[in-house]
C-alpha cells in the first residue's frame, strides 16, 4: 500500500485521528454511527444470517488455538468466517492477516442481501458473524489500530460493528464508557480502547463484525467522504454519529497487544491506497 499526503483529505485525517490508538492520539473516539441500513435491506439481511448460521458450522471461540481465545470468552462464543479461502465457516486461519487478497465470501447465491453488503464494502480483511450466547460475552481487553504498510506509510485498521440480533441488556465497554448498539445501524468500534462485550440477557446476540485498512474507498463508502453512501445505507447525520453511554465503570484489568506504531510515526497516519 502507498500513502497520500494528510493535505489531500483534511476531514478524512480528522477520521483517521478519531479512530487512532487512544496512547497515540489525544482525538480518539471510543465509537460512532455511521450509517443506518435501509429497513428493506436489513430485513433480507436478518433472513439471510438466520439461515446461514441454521447450515453452517461456526468455530468456537473459546476453544483451544481460537484466534481470539485470547480476549477472554466466557459462556457460548461463537464465530462464523465469512471472508475465507476455503469456504469453511469455521475456518478463522486468515482473518488477522491485514490483507485483504486471497479470501472472498463464497456462497453468495444462498446468501445474497449478505453478499450483497459485503460486495459494497471495500478492502476488507475479514468479516464474521460475531455470536454471543446467553450470559456470555469477552472479558476487557486491547488491540491495537494502527499499523506499518509494505511501503512504510502508517495506516488505521478499523472496525465495524453491525448488530443484527440484539436486547437492551447487551452492550460493550469501551474506555470505561458502556455502549448499547442498536440493530440496524453500522458502527465504527475504536478497538484501541479497552474493550468487553457482555451479553447478560436470555437470548444470543449477534454482530456482523468487519475490519477494513482505512483506505480512500472505504472513506468514501461508510463514512461518506467525498460522495454518496452506498445505496443500501442512509448516512447517520454528523451531529448524530456520537454515541452516548449508558453508563460509565471503573477501570479493570485487563489483556492487550502491544503497539506497533510509534507515537512518533503516529502522526504520519494517512489514508491509503491498496496495490
Not at 32 to 37: D, K, N
Amino acid at each position: 500500500m502507498g500513502c497520500l499526503s494528510v493535505d489531500d483529505v483534511t476531514d478524512g485525517y480528522a477520521v483517521l485521528r478519531a479512530l487512532s490508538d487512544p496512547d497515540l492520539s489525544g482525538d480518539a473516539v471510543p465509537c460512532l454511527r455511521l450509517q443506518r441500513v435501509k429497513s428493506g435491506v436489513f430485513a433480507a439481511l436478518r433472513a439471510d444470517v438466520r439461515r446461514l448460521c441454521e447450515d453452517q458450522q461456526p468455530s468456537s471461540v473459546t476453544s483451544s488455538g481460537h484466534v481470539t481465545g485470547w480476549t477472554g470468552p466466557y459462556g457460548t462464543v461463537t464465530q462464523y468466517s465469512l471472508l475465507t479461502a476455503t469456504g469453511r465457516y469455521d475456518d478463522f486461519s486468515l482473518d488477522h492477516d491485514s490483507s485483504h487478497h486471497g479470501k472472498r465470501f463464497w456462497h453468495a447465491g444462498h446468501y445474497p442481501t449478505l453478499a450483497r453488503l459485503l460486495g459494497v464494502v471495500p478492502h476488507c480483511i475479514n468479516a464474521r458473524l460475531n455470536v454471543l450466547g446467553p450470559s456470555s460475552g469477552l472479558s476487557p481487553h486491547r488491540e491495537t489500530t494502527l499499523r506499518y504498510t509494505e511501503g512504510g506509510g502508517v495506516a488505521v485498521r478499523g472496525r465495524f460493528h453491525l448488530p443484527l440480533e440484539t436486547s437492551p441488556e447487551a452492550t460493550l465497554t469501551l474506555g470505561g464508557d458502556v455502549i448499547h448498539l442498536e440493530s440496524g445501524v453500522v458502527y465504527a468500534v475504536n478497538n484501541g480502547f479497552v474493550h468487553s462485550a457482555e451479553n447478560p440477557s436470555g437470548s444470543p446476540r449477534v454482530h456482523l463484525v468487519w475490519d477494513c485498512l482505512l483506505t480512500h474507498d472505504v472513506y468514501r463508502a461508510l463514512f461518506g467522504g467525498g460522495g454518496p453512501a452506498p445505496d443500501i445505507f442512509d448516512p447517520v447525520a454528523p451531529a448524530d454519529r456520537a454515541c452516548a453511554p449508558v453508563r460509565s465503570v471503573a477501570p479493570t484489568t485487563f489483556r492487550a497487544l502491544p503497539l506497533r506504531v510509534s507515537a512518533r510515526d503516529a502522526r504520519r497516519v494517512a489514508l491509503c491506497d491498496p496495490r
